[in-house]
């Protein structure tokens, strides 16, 4: 598949903007971050983007409701893979603070949160004027139990009760492009029932305002839907895509399954739809860099945060509506705001040091999870993105006994990647407790080999522990 849009036509997407000054400065200390992302935020400096459908004003940083606060475990309740109680009284005051600070756009999805996420949002929103905010929720009927029209036409009708709202402002069909046979699964979801027809209905009744889709996987169903758009046949109000600077060039090159985020751009703005972006962080990913890529970021700002460049990156293109961010905690919220409100745009030369980072990211060879959740819970109990996290956290951060036990530093990687693994992972809930059962491997957007991974990581794991001198 061609790259249609060049890395010179991103520059051209990006727009102008001042050349950042060429002068070297030091990286920051871990507390001058922190004391960044405690800043307060300038109330009234939201960047807005207009919907040319709608005329609505969106704020350019979307709040994702996936990643919501919960309330503390217990040492015992962790062990033994309790779920955590969602902390409504905190996500009331991040969503407060959120709207304070011009914030409008709330996604969700009745997947999200063990599927609580839309009521947890609609106790917040509903305490605020309907006028203030725009709701974004989706069509999640991901098992075939819920393909049926009646399933699905009671799952819009349950997101409306959960939001408390008469309507939604931007309805997404969830994760086109996802399954074994991707275009049998849409087929399946949204056409063979005839529900996507009767959205279009809604459309017209007022109950949903926009109605587009969110992409993941198989790029035959991207190219097809934005066909039948070209023809006539349904209209895209918007669609939201995976855009950041490691999935421009390399979404492909990591997994082949993904599609570089340089091609989606780049169809949706040939046809001027508006663009909602996910993963500007890949699940945290490029907001936890190593050291030595942390330092060069710092050189250039080194008052803002590392997340901020990505922020940055995704905010800057024209026909980008908004970018969603999954905020847990206040100190995301808070840097996200200064990263966006208002949005300082990237320019050509701060795009080129974005391409090198890409570059060096990608050497890493590190596991493409985005924490994303969609794989859990495992039937067997594994914690899946806490062993990734774990995994690809190593990597990161030099502490990854890949070298042989005759390498100097073997040992002591070695010690740290082990022990590490175990705090961060209870040991019934690691890589050697897989079956390869396969349930998680359809839920992963990043279509990820789950079980083969898990196989790789436990030899991976044995190998270590099994050379016992040194440690």
Not at 12 to 24: D, E, F, M, Q
Not at 151 to 180: P, R, T
Request: aromatic share 10%; hydrophobic share 35%; proline share 5%.
């Amino acid at each position: 598949m061609a790259k249609e849009i060049s890395r010179r036509g991103f520059i051209k997407a990006l727009g102008g903007g001042a050349v950042a000054s060429s002068a070297i400065l030091s990286a920051c200390s871990g507390k001058s971050m922190e004391k960044n992302a405690l800043a307060e935020p300038a109330v009234g400096k939201m960047t807005y983007r207009t919907n040319p459908n709608t005329g609505d004003k969106v704020s350019l940083l979307g709040y994702g409701m996936m990643r919501l606060p919960t309330k503390p475990l217990s040492a015992k309740e962790t062990e033994e893979g309790k779920a955590p109680e969602f902390d409504q009284e905190m996500i009331n005051r991040q969503v407060d603070y959120a709207i304070e600070h011009g914030v409008r756009y709330f996604d969700t999805s009745p997947a999200y949160c063990r599927g609580l996420s839309e009521r947890c949002t609609g106790i917040a929103l509903s305490r605020h004027k309907r006028e203030d905010y725009l709701i974004a929720t989706k069509l999640s009927n991901f098992s075939p139990d819920t393909w049926s029209k009646q399933a699905s036409q009671e799952m819009f009708e349950n997101s409306l009760k959960e939001l408390q709202v008469s309507y939604v402002d931007y309805l997404l069909l969830h994760a086109i492009g996802m399954g074994e046979d991707a275009m049998a699964t849409f087929n399946g979801r949204y056409m063979d029932n005839g529900i996507l027809d009767w959205l279009v209905e809604q459309k017209r009744k007022g109950r949903i305002r926009n109605l587009g889709f969110s992409y993941h996987g198989d790029i035959k169903v991207f190219d097809m839907l934005l066909k039948w758009h070209d023809e006539g046949k349904y209209h895209w109000d918007f669609v939201q895509i995976e855009l950041n600077y490691l999935d421009w060039n390399y979404a492909n090159e990591i997994n082949s399954s993904n599609t570089d985020a340089v091609y989606l751009y780049g169809e949706l703005k040939k046809r001027s739809i508006p663009a909602i972006i996910m993963e500007p962080l890949l699940g945290g990913r490029l907001a936890n860099l190593p050291d030595p890529i942390v330092a060069k970021l710092k050189q250039r700002e080194p008052e803002r945060s590392v997340a901020s460049w990505a922020f940055r990156y995704a905010g800057t293109p024209d026909g980008v509506l908004c970018v969603l961010s999954g905020m847990t905690y206040m100190e995301h919220l808070k840097d996200n705001l200064l990263s966006l409100a208002p949005l300082k745009p990237i320019t050509k030369e701060e795009e080129q040091l974005l391409m090198e980072i890409a570059n060096d990211i990608y050497n890493l060879k590190t596991i493409p999870c985005n924490e994303c959740q969609y794989c859990m819970p495992c039937p067997y109990g594994l914690n899946i993105p806490g062993i990734f996290v774990h995994y690809n956290r190593c990597i990161k951060e030099g502490n990854m006994p890949n070298k042989g036990s005759e390498h100097p530093d073997y040992w002591r990687a070695r010690r740290a990647f082990l022990i590490g693994y175990d705090r961060s992972v209870p040991r019934l809930r690691q890589a050697a407790q897989c079956v390869g059962c396969g349930e998680c491997v359809s839920h992963c957007p990043q279509r990820i080999a789950i079980p083969e991974e898990m196989q790789r990581i436990d030899q991976f794991v044995e190998q270590l522990k099994q050379s016992k001198n040194g440690f």
